[in-house]
């Protein structure tokens, strides 16, 4: 099966001018490949199961954080208005950050206006000219696009290879390093072997810079993150980022660590300096939502029990985190599979390149922590039944 030509593109094409025009050319390639993506626009009158969010505890609906967004745009208003240095910086930033860094166990936590920009504002804050990272194959393209931006020197080693990590530090000549890596994989929902990168780091002089994104609220305790799992919070030389738009169910990526690294970031940081500061009702949720977990921290454990059992309904291993990866190969019966799925009621996620290897798309599914056993078991029946439907097969 193959996914459709928009049907735009089979015009003589928009008049682009001899520039653009390959535009054309390209998106006619992307769609032959079964590569074109076009927005799910979703309706709220007729939701449906959702499992391609990264909305691990179901606190994006939860009536406390939407009270709290609620509140923060009584008292703020819709928008920061500013970059954060200018008039941006809210009394509820500040306590948000003061709660985050708490929660992490570092001394201190700067707040983003989103992940991406928290990695690419802490990546090359902290790596520049002169500089090594050391990271690996299956970093988040916010970190890749950190390190490419900073402009240091970059080796890339395997995923989890911590002996070519100390390889790569070992035969330095720079006088700073920076090895980094996400905590736990974002496409299949596996951990990096933190303890072993940090011994590699700090063996080495090196800094340790740890995506917690797929982490938080999954892992660890009370959902403090793999990194507080290993315990390494508030470790000397250890970098965290995070996001709020995940298991927080709000917006805004996170830095935590010392606080000189918050000054050092404060003064530094492009995406800090130069960007509009996360909007009030996302601050105001993403920290009633820290609250409902502080105040409940077996959220972690209920959404184990669904990962589990949703694994075992659908015939795959049991991922660590909250993410069950099903290949199927090509782009095309991942994308008709997923289509089923919809048809079905159930929404998950379709992972094509250049998100996952060529030969590897596959069938993505996040699990949450709201679902009764009933949903779980109906969820892993849809999937099953559409894989049949479009004869794709689970490698």
């Known amino acids: 099966m193959t996914t459709a030509t928009p049907s735009h593109l089979h015009s003589a094409g928009p008049d682009l001018g001899d520039a653009l025009s390959w535009?054309?050319?390209?998106?006619?390639?992307?769609?032959?490949?079964?590569?074109?993506?076009?927005?799910?626009?979703?309706?709220?009158?007729?939701?449906?199961i959702n499992l391609a969010s990264n909305d691990y505890l179901g606190l994006s609906t939860h009536p406390d954080v939407i009270a709290g967004a609620h509140a923060a745009l009584d008292e703020w208003g819709t928008g920061s208005t500013s970059s954060r240095l200018v008039c941006g910086t809210t009394r509820l930033h500040a306590d948000l950050e003061d709660e985050l860094a708490d929660f992490l166990g570092t001394p201190a936590a700067l707040v983003f206006s989103s992940g991406y920009l928290a990695n690419v504002g802490a990546i090359t804050a902290l790596a520049g000219r002169g500089s090594l990272i050391v990271s690996d194959t299956g970093t988040h393209a916010s970190l890749i696009d950190g390190c490419r931006l900073s402009r240091a020197r970059v080796v890339v080693v395997e995923r989890g290879d911590h002996a070519a990590v100390r390889a790569a530090l070992a035969g330095r000549t720079e006088p700073r390093a920076l090895v980094v890596t996400d905590s736990i994989y974002s496409v299949d929902g596996e951990p990096a072997p933190i303890r072993e990168l940090?011994?590699?780091?700090?063996?080495?002089?090196?800094?340790?810079?740890?995506?917690?994104?797929?982490?938080?609220?999954?892992?660890?305790?009370?959902?403090a993150g793999l990194v507080a799992e290993c315990g390494l919070a508030g470790a000397r030389d250890l970098v965290v980022t995070g996001v709020l738009s995940k298991s927080f169910g709000s917006q805004g990526g996170l830095v935590a660590g010392s606080a000189v690294l918050r000054d050092h970031l404060i003064d530094t940081a492009r995406t800090f300096i130069f960007d509009t500061g996360l909007n009030p009702a996302a601050a105001g949720a993403a920290l009633a939502a820290l609250r409902v977990l502080?105040?409940?921290?077996?959220?972690?454990?209920?959404?184990?029990?669904?990962?589990?059992?949703?694994?075992r309904r659908c015939g795959a291993p049991t991922p660590s985190a909250a993410?069950?990866?099903?290949?199927?190969?090509?782009?095309?019966?991942?994308v008709a599979a997923a289509q089923a799925c919809r048809d079905r009621g159930v929404l998950v996620g379709c992972f094509r390149p250049p998100s996952v290897e060529p030969g590897t798309s596959r069938l993505r599914l996040t699990v949450r922590a709201d679902l009764d056993d009933a949903?779980?078991?109906?969820?892993?029946?849809?999937?099953?039944?559409?894989?049949?439907e479009v004869g794709a097969q689970i490698r």
């Open 23 to 48: 535009l054309t050319d390209a998106a006619v390639a992307r769609a032959d490949a079964g590569l074109h993506r076009d927005p799910y626009v979703r309706d709220s009158a007729a939701p449906l």
């Open 375 to 388: 949903t779980v078991d109906h969820v892993g029946d849809v999937v099953l039944e559409s894989l049949r």
């Open 323 to 334: 993410v069950i990866s099903l290949i199927v190969g090509d782009p095309q019966p991942a």
């Open 198 to 223: 940090y011994a590699a780091a700090h063996d080495h002089g090196a800094a340790l810079l740890v995506d917690e994104a797929h982490a938080l609220g999954v892992r660890g305790p009370g959902g």
């Open 294 to 311: 502080r105040a409940d921290p077996g959220y972690p454990d209920r959404l184990r029990a669904n990962v589990i059992r949703l694994a």
